[in-house]
Nanobody, 119 residues
Framework: QVQLVESGGGLVQAGGSLRLSCATS????????MGWYRQAPGKQRELVAT???????NYADSVKGRFTISGDTAKKTVYLQMNILKPEDTAVYYC?????????????WGQGTQVTVSS
């Protein structure tokens, strides 16, 4: 059974920091990428940051310079350091793990962790 478990969310004041962690289990084959997505109330889920098995990172424009993704696709762990948090960063943050197998993309998702930034 595949499981992705996020931790590290919580309530923080604007300007503060949080570090999210994601641990996986039950994923047998290697991963091509891992990442973080978020969904605010009434909005669609959006990409926050991703990291590939080659170490290439990608960030949403809204978090560049404030958030840093790190991790190891071989160990199937990923982290998100979030600094200078803003109220608009408030959302449920989801861990994602992706595999490309036979030309098809398989996505695994965690249950999400709430991040609330107060003004």
């Amino acid at each position: 059974q595949v499981q992705l478990v996020e931790s590290g969310g919580g309530l923080v004041q604007a300007g503060g920091s949080l570090r999210l962690s994601c641990a996986t289990s039950g994923i047998i084959f290697s991963l091509n990428a891992m990442g973080w997505y978020r969904q605010a109330p009434g909005k669609q889920r959006e990409l926050v940051a991703t990291i590939t098995d080659g170490g290439i990172t990608n960030y949403a424009d809204s978090v560049k310079g404030r958030f840093t993704i790190s991790g190891d696709t071989a160990k199937k762990t990923v982290y998100l350091q979030m600094n200078i948090l803003k109220p608009e960063d408030t959302a449920v943050y989801y861990c994602n793990a992706a595999q490309i197998r036979g030309g098809l993309r398989l996505d695994y998702w965690g249950q999400g962790t709430q991040v609330t930034v107060s003004s």
